[in-house]
């Protein structure tokens, strides 16, 4: 496991962009295949994005789709979420959260196949 540092999160206006980190402890993190999820008040914890540990492979959730990016950076051990047309419903915490991956394995919309979590970053979006 590592431990893994959201940063980035913060207040924007509808139609606004931020852009998160998921900055990791170790190197090692470059073996793992990474997600972002949310949770709003009150509401289940939502599946965003995943990316394999080479980046060749992204998923989004439906909700996200076409706004959102994932991309991920080697040299600084660290994950991103590029958040476009941002909405009131964007609203939530997010996290980010990693496993150990063979090269060849797919990232998972599951949040169970992670193992290594960060403490969140606050996102709110005002109408």
């Known amino acids: 496991q590592v431990q893994l540092v959201e940063s980035g999160g913060g207040l924007v206006q509808a139609g606004g962009s931020l852009r998160l980190s998921c900055a990791a402890s170790?190197?090692?993190?470059?073996?793992?295949?990474v997600a972002w999820f949310r949770q709003a008040p009150g509401q289940e914890r939502e599946f965003v994005t995943c990316?394999?540990?080479?980046?060749?492979?992204?998923v989004y959730g439906d909700s996200v789709k076409g706004r959102f990016t994932i991309s991920r950076d080697k040299t600084k051990n660290t994950v991103y979420l590029q958040m476009n047309s941002l909405k009131p419903e964007d609203t939530a915490v997010y996290y980010c959260?990693?496993?150990?991956?063979?090269?060849?394995?797919?990232?998972?919309?599951?949040?169970?196949?992670?193992?290594?979590w960060g403490q969140g970053t606050q996102v709110t979006v005002s109408s």
């Open positions: 959260a990693g496993r150990r991956a063979i090269l060849t394995a797919s990232p998972s919309r599951e949040a169970g196949s992670y193992d290594s």
């Open positions: 170790r190197r090692t993190f470059n073996d793992y295949n």
């Open positions: 990316i394999s540990r080479n980046g060749g492979m992204t």
